[in-house]
Antibody, heavy 123, light 110 residues
């Protein structure tokens, strides 16, 4: 069964850091790009970051550029998101999503989604 | 304010056909394909349409997509109660170098 399972969310104070993980199974992980997409409570979807199959191409939304770092470990079938200098506006449910192609850009949709991990930023 | 513009709500009765629009610009829809996602209440999004018109395996042919210029549409025919969900369009944006989503359309089946 193709599956993505996120972990690492929780309550964190503004300005602190958090690292999210996503464990993939059921498909050849290093054949595909991976992404993080978030959804604030009661709001719509916002793409956060994407990474190509070999980590050669990485992109970020302007809202997180310079604060978040995406990475992957193909040997462990895992995707990560290091989030630093967290702000109240970063509070959201963070989804891990698989791209339909090796590249993270262009025309490849997100065809598999995890159930998400909640990040709460509050003092 | 989302880069892609969708109506916040849509509705229809069982059996009806409804369409949801998605308006963008030359840097996103105008030069890249459009994907549509369905998010049922309290669940993760699911890919509904990719590459403007393609349906993933398992998606009923009641769902169809189209694109013209800088706009796209999702059509749902033979509306069913289980279609009640939020629908999002998305595309790659060449200017922003990132993926952009519409604000979402909440579909109500009356």
């Amino acid at each position: 069964e193709v599956q993505l399972v996120e972990s690492g969310g929780g309550l964190v104070q503004p300005g602190r850091s958090l690292r999210l993980s996503c464990a993939a199974s059921g498909f050849i992980f290093d054949d595909y790009a991976m992404h993080w997409v978030r959804q604030a409570p009661g709001k719509g979807l916002e793409w956060v970051s994407g990474i190509s199959w070999n980590s050669g191409s990485i992109d970020y939304a302007d809202s997180v550029k310079g604060r978040f770092t995406i990475s992957r470990d193909n040997a462990k079938n895992s995707l990560y998101l290091q989030m630093n200098s967290l702000r109240a506006e970063d509070m959201a449910l963070y989804y891990c999503a698989k791209g339909r192609a090796p590249a993270a850009t262009g025309d490849a949709a997100f065809d598999i989604w995890g159930q998400g991990t909640m990040v709460t930023v509050s003092s | 304010q989302s880069v892609l513009t969708q109506p916040p709500s849509a509705s229809g009765t069982p059996g009806q056909r409804v369409t949801i629009s998605c308006s963008g610009s030359s840097s996103n829809i105008g030069s890249n394909t459009v994907n549509w996602y369905q998010q049922l209440p309290e669940t993760a999004p699911k890919l509904l349409i990719y590459s403007n018109i393609q349906r993933p395996s398992g998606v009923p042919d009641r769902f169809s997509g189209s694109k013209s210029g800088t706009s796209a549409s999702l059509a749902i025919s033979g509306l069913q109660s289980e279609d009640e969900a939020d629908y999002y369009c998305a595309a790659w944006d060449d200017s922003l170098n990132g993926w952009v989503f519409g604000g979402g359309t909440k579909l109500t089946v009356l």
